[in-house]
């Protein structure tokens, strides 16, 4: 699977995120720090990868910054995007289940390389909700 990773710095678990992804036999597509020549401010980075899954060039994306906040919130105001902040396994399980969340944001600052070990786990292993009321929810996101 094609996933577009980016980071607005080289530190924390941002080399992790392609060790792992590539680890896991993912192809990652760099942006911002992680990319030679690339603009590596959160907002742009962010953008840059959610617009990578938004144009089908990656089934999903990873963004990366510092609280992993802005990197939400940059990848989210790309049309299609639905990107959820995971700070643990359930959260985001509970993402991909219910939200059918397509960009997944960390914070550089917080999560351990344990712990992206057991959010990637639960990011690949959970599948989008088939519940009509779950399924009205992300229609509901997608005409907003």
Sequence with gaps: MR?????????????AVLDELTARGHRPIRHGALAAGERADWAW???AAARDVAEGRAESAVVCCWTGTGASIAANKVPGVRAALCW????????????????LALSLRSTSRAVLTEIL????????SDDPGDRANIEHLDAL
Excluded: K, L, M, Y
């Design 45 to 47: 980075a962010s953008a």
């Design 121 to 128: 786990d639960a990011w690949f292993a959970a599948d989008p």
């Design 88 to 103: 643990d396994a359930p959260t985001a399980a509970g993402a991909r289940r219910w939200n059918d969340a397509n960009v």
């Design 3 to 15: 996933i577009s990773v980016s980071a607005d710095e080289d530190t924390g678990v941002a080399r």
